[in-house]
């Protein structure tokens, strides 16, 4: 046991027991293709040691008030309370003030809301530093090389501009490999529901998101709990892993090469992430 006093962090914990989440948020999601997503990036962030992949990210492109930040709460309420100084944190941060965030979400999931509240020069390098797992070189008053951060994560962004497109807003361009580290994916559906297709018993989108809302704020933390105990007794799940990602990658038709191949691994960990959760 490491005490990491200046990495406290009150928003790890968890409140109501797993039917409670199952009941009030799990079902929910059912239908909804972004929901099921961003919960899977929560459960699939603690496979990335088990299986050896690099840290990345996604990022949720769309217009205001379509449930952008509510799919990050409900992803975020796997691992703890999506509330004020919850699990969900912004964009609006130094690159230093990152690489802390980061270095006290290893293994875990990094939930970051409004991409426009980083500045577009420093947004691009954020991108290869979250995925690049290690802070800055930098030296102490002793002229000697300080300790240098690690982290492993895999972190969900929301956001009305994509990170090219912010990028672009400082006259630079962005490049493949920033890209593939924060992959866009279009929030909005083909539904009239903004991120959602399936408002089950509400009787409109912004109903189900409030009720969406309010349940994360009471119903957090048991699942990845849950999820963690079952993957510690269970010693032939990382071959589990590897044949769930297998299948998917097979049902996937692109060129499986280069930057493609690296973002459809990501992919494939999220979709094993899910059907295990599901599985177990």
Known sequence: IILQSKFHDSSFGSSGELKDWQENIGKLCAGNSRLVFAVSCAF???????????????????????GKSITLKVAASVWGSSGLSGFVKRWRSTLNGLELLATSRCDSLLVLDELGEISSQDAGSA?????????????????????????????????????????????????????????????ETSKA????????????????????????????????????????????????????????TQKVDIPKHGQMHRALKRFSLVAAAGELAIEL
């Not at 690049?132 to 009305?160: D, P």
Request: aromatic share 8%; proline share 1%.
């Open 44 to 66: 699939a962030s603690v496979l990335l040691k088990l299986t050896g992949e690099e840290s990345g990210g996604f990022h949720f492109v769309g217009s205001s008030s379509i």
């Open 193 to 248: 529901f903004g991120v959602f297709e399936e408002i089950h018993t509400c009787k409109s989108s912004g109903e189900f998101a409030t009720l969406l809302s309010l349940h994360t704020e009471k119903f957090f933390g048991a699942p990845i709990l849950s999820f963690l105990e079952k993957i510690v007794e269970d010693i032939s799940v990382a071959e589990k892993i590897s044949q769930l990602r297998k299948e998917f």
């Open 127 to 187: 991108a290869y530093m979250l995925s690049g797992g290690v802070s800055k070189n930098r030296a102490t008053k002793e002229t000697t090389l300080s300790e240098q951060q690690e982290w492993r994560i895999l972190f969900l962004s929301s956001g009305e501009i994509s990170l090219s497109s912010h990028i672009a807003a400082s006259g630079q361009q962005a490049n493949v490999g920033q890209e593939v580290r924060m992959i866009d994916l279009s929030a």
